[in-house]
């Protein structure tokens, strides 16, 4: 059965306050702004079931601005602890526990790119980068993969 993985990397965050706990940094003005804009890219991609999100303020707040904005539909937010700062065997883990026809993670740096290079389609993964995979095979072995969708922010805001 094929399966169907969106990567979103969070939007850009705000440095205003270094104090702050990194996993307690909040979206900056210019990533509030590029959320609409990035949620119309994505309404015209297959719709997830489940979009998966760390429970980092700037991840939650991304996929959160996306669902309002449109991007995901009905697709419930369900906050994974275990998606911060995870790498690629960590984001697949999490995929398979959840077991969807269709995920979307919302998710960080470097593991997103570790990801699409453990599946055999690197790409980097800038602030508010979009890629949308097809999977041939289950979570653990992920098969052939192909890439459906991909979108850096640099190609919509400029």
Sequence with gaps: MARILTLIRHAKSSWRHPELDDK??????????????????????PRPEQVLVSDAVRTYSTALGLKVAGAFAKAPLVLEPGLY?????????????????????????????????????????????????ELAG?????????????????????
């Design 138 to 158: 289950d979570w653990q072995a992920p098969g052939r993969v192909k890439l459906r969708h991909y979108c850096l922010p640099a190609e919509l805001f400029q």
């Design 24 to 45: 307690l940094r909040p979206l900056g003005g210019r990533g509030y702004r590029q959320l609409a804009v990035m949620a119309g890219e994505l309404a015209g991609w």
């Design 85 to 133: 700062l995870a790498g690629a065997e960590a984001l697949l883990a999490c995929c398979q526990a959840h077991d969807s026809p269709h995920l979307a993670l919302v998710a960080h740096n470097p593991g997103l790119e570790a990801l699409m290079a453990r599946l055999g389609l690197p790409r980097p993964m800038p602030t508010l980068a979009a890629a949308q995979l």
